[in-house]
């Protein structure tokens, strides 16, 4: 019975390898260029009804911040929607609006970036005003206290949030007191206490050109949108002082797994463990066999409670990895006092070493292969989708990343996730905290 | 050449309505018509209507099934719609749990049922030679669940989970504000934290609504994306001949008309929870889709509160960075809209906000709650 329904498996694995069509291969294909002033722009033209996503990154991450200006990420992304030397309060939000899009912003412990969808006749304006607001914001004394308050409300906000909480958890537990661990919206005590000098400070030593990528997605014509790009951000000198974004980012080496560490109990919600691990990145090929082996751990761990689950127990473990300018985030979650069955420290580590050990199995692998692309081509399904994939992995040096997912995928074997995992995952902390490889 | 382009345009609507006569005939139905957009419109055997739209070169294949509850949610108590929802992906008459799981990763792993007021929607994200398996899927929730003890439980369990998630002012606010507006109507059925657990619903209860809800003439299923759409609707009529289930189903009658959705009176509830923000939400009736009024409901709610130049935005966020969340949201449901003017607010301006704020959204009057 069991050799029979492994047989069964083995070929839904071979059917998954078979119809695991690699994106790229008549997917959409980049037109870059990188201007005189150290401005990069990627287009990738495609057919959206009429539509277009236009998403800048900056390197100007919450783990950028030098001491004296924790918060100031966050900080800066609220006031770049306040106004410019040509625009007024609301003025660049209003402007984007009568183009027909939405403008928003997002900071991450890498990077800023500002994006929105609109009718793709009006990308050219609307990387005018976007340019604008990024690289000429005046960051005016008289808003600073106003948004304080909204970025404190936000903060008090997000403590509602369980999911944040876990990743947040996950961040702290891994890098400790460095830049990455430190929480990416900074704390109520940062922004409480941040000048408009300091803000103002890491907005000049982060927001220049040479830190920008601008990616647009759409019904574009890929030169035009260049040559737009070009007048939009290309007068803007380049920066004449020495240092830049990246010079304080010191992070320490991918270490040893951490954890378990707790989140706290919200209403209604159970606290969760969590188990985190710093993994290395040399290139996107890292990145895509941490993806895989989160998705193998965690379907590893459903597998590994069934038999115990007949019962009370439906504790949901989760397992994600984040791709990171200075590593690869790796965790697994799992809520504890769902009837007292959570993922235990032991189940996790056998299955964490078994991987270190022997790899995945060819049906996991092939499952979290599916798994893996699913998601990406979910996310890429829509232009804002894809425009962002582009920028982050453009910010991590391999713009080609995303659309190439299935063929990247493809290339990555059961030895190649075993030597990966051998070398980074190792086993779990004992109670002690001691790492038992 | 504008006659050769015309010719072509031409050429491709005479294809299509081919392509659309043999799938129809195929399924004993000549009810197949082309929009001007390029979609097919067909109707199978047993009633199922189909829509489907070929998007060449996108490399992706969306597939959404969408059923009418109809009576069915008038009878049903709360928590049923929503555990049947998540439980039709578990376990059925041809499928193991096993088997579906399987099913779903080779699907492209992404697979999904959503409720809103007015339907339960399947739907599935997938590649072009994964089409198949994905509808072959999606036949099996509609015609197959078998609702066993572990599926509904995991369903029970996922459902709690994320209304503890939920369980965020703003949220709660938006959900008791949205009751007290539907008394009496299905859209006013809404579980907040507090309901009891759906865990206690019974087996039968669950099946009942189903057989009574999933029926074809209320199920339509959309393809869109990288198909040919004779074999799309092929493979569409296949999956369906044998879902045959009939009931008296039907929607009941619209809820507010164009004239009683107004609103003079003012309702204010307060509602507390552990929580680290308050919320304001103001709310107000609205004709639904099918109303005349739909478009104006959606362009009033842009002026109102929709995007960051908005007066709503600009007077609490940009001018007195009283909150972090403020604006305006209008969810339309086929006969009933609800308009939301929210705002997070601060504790240092907590007091005097929670007082004015719901007057300052909509002076004509409200169904407001606040969350602390």
């Known amino acids: 019975m069991w050799r029979t329904r492994i047989s069964v498996l083995t070929a839904v694995a071979i059917m998954f390898s078979c119809s695991l069509r690699p994106a790229c291969a008549d997917g959409p294909r980049l037109v870059r260029a990188t201007l005189a002033n150290g401005v990069t722009s990627i287009v990738c033209p495609r057919p959206s009804r009429g539509l277009a996503a236009v998403d800048v990154w900056v390197r100007a991450g919450s783990a950028v911040e030098r001491p004296n200006e924790f918060g100031a990420a966050h900080f800066v992304e609220h006031l770049l929607f306040r106004g410019t030397s040509t625009r007024g309060p609301g003025e660049v939000d209003r402007a984007i609006e009568l183009l027909g899009g939405l403008l928003n912003a997002g900071t991450t412990r890498d990077h800023a970036h500002m994006f929105a969808v609109l009718p793709a006749e009006a990308v050219p304006d609307a990387l005018a005003v976007i340019s604008d607001a990024l690289l000429g914001s005046t960051m005016a004394a008289e808003h600073v206290n106003i948004e304080r308050s909204v970025i404190l409300d936000e903060l008090a906000a997000a403590r509602n949030d369980p999911a944040r909480d876990a990743v947040e958890s996950a961040f702290r537990a891994a890098w400790g007191d460095a830049p990455y661990g430190r929480p990416v919206l900074s704390l109520a005590g940062d922004i409480a206490s941040l000048d408009r000098d300091r803000i103002l400070g890491f907005y000049r030593r982060c927001y220049r050109p040479e830190n920008v990528i601008v990616v647009v997605v759409g019904d574009v014509s890929p030169n035009a949108t260049l040559e737009a790009a070009k007048r939009a951000f290309g007068s803007v000198p380049a920066a004449d002082v020495a240092g830049s974004a990246r010079d304080s980012q010191t992070q320490p080496e991918p270490g040893p797994a951490c954890g378990p560490v707790r989140t706290s109990p919200r209403t209604g919600f159970p606290p969760e463990e969590i188990w985190a691990w710093r993994l290395g990145r040399r290139d996107s090929r890292d990145a895509f066999m941490a993806e895989l082996l989160a998705a193998v751990i965690e379907e590893a761990l459903a597998s590994a409670r069934s038999p115990q689950s007949a019962g009370e127990t439906f504790a949901v473990a989760r397992a994600d990895a984040v791709p990171l300018a200075g590593g690869i985030l790796l965790y697994v979650a799992s809520p504890i006092g769902v009837a007292g069955k959570a993922v235990s420290s032991a189940v996790l580590d056998s299955v964490v070493r078994r991987l270190a050990t022997d790899g995945p199995s060819e049906i996991e692998l092939a499952v979290a292969r599916r798994r893996v692309l699913g998601r990406s081509l979910f996310r890429q399904e829509t232009c804002a989708g894809l425009a962002r994939d582009l920028g982050l992995w453009a910010m991590l040096g391999d713009a080609e990343a995303p659309i190439e997912a299935g063929l990247r995928l493809q290339q990555i074997g059961r030895a190649d996730l075993q030597a990966y995992a051998s070398r980074w995952l190792g086993g779990i902390p004992t109670q002690e905290g001691k790492q038992p490889r | ?372």
């Open chain 2, 1 to 372: 050449m504008r006659r050769c382009c015309a010719i072509a345009r031409a050429c491709g609507v005479l294809v299509a309505l081919g392509c659309a006569f043999m799938a129809g005939s195929a399924s004993g139905s000549n009810r197949d018509r082309l929009a001007e957009d390029g979609t097919i419109r067909h109707v199978t055997a047993t009633g199922v209507r189909v829509l489907v739209r070929a998007e060449p070169g996108s490399g992706l294949v969306a597939i959404v099934a969408v059923v009418d509850p109809g009576e069915a949610d008038r009878r049903a108590a709360a928590g049923v719609k929503e555990i049947v929802a998540r439980s039709v992906f578990g376990a059925g008459a041809n499928l193991s749990a096993e088997g579906v799981a399987r099913e779903v990763y080779r699907s492209g792993g992404s697979v999904a049922s959503v409720t809103s007021p007015d339907s339960i929607a399947l739907r599935c994200l997938t590649t072009p030679n994964a089409f198949r398996d994905a509808v072959y899927l999606i036949g099996q929730a509609l015609k197959n669940a078998a609702f066993d003890a572990e599926t509904v439980r995991r369903a029970a369990a996922a459902a709690d989970r994320d209304r503890a998630m939920a369980a965020q002012p703003l949220s709660i606010g938006a959900a008791v504000a949205r009751a007290k507006l539907f008394v009496g109507h299905p859209y006013g059925v809404v579980q907040l934290p507090s309901d009891p657990n759906p865990r206690s619903l019974a087996v039968a209860d669950l099946l009942r609504y189903y057989r009574t809800a999933f029926v074809p003439s209320g199920t339509t299923i959309a393809v869109v994306g990288d198909i040919e759409p004779r074999a799309a609707i092929q493979t569409v009529d296949n999956q369906m001949v044998d879902y045959d289930r009939r009931s008296g189903a039907t929607r009941p009658p619209a809820g507010p008309s164009s004239d009683d959705h107004r609103m003079t009176g003012r309702d204010v509830e307060r509602v507390t929870i552990r929580a680290s923000t308050t919320a304001v939400v103001a709310a107000c009736k609205a004709p639904g889709r099918a109303s005349s009024d739909a478009a104006a409901v959606r362009v009033l709610a842009a002026l109102l509160g929709e995007g960051k130049a908005s007066r709503l935005f600009r007077a609490i966020r940009d001018v007195r960075g009283i909150g972090y969340v403020v604006g305006a949201e209008t969810q339309l449901w086929r006969s009933g809209a609800c308009s939301w003017r929210t705002s997070s607010v601060h504790r240092s301006a907590h007091n005097r906000t929670v007082a004015r704020a719901p007057t300052a959204m909509f002076p004509g009057g409200y169904s407001g709650s606040s969350t602390a």
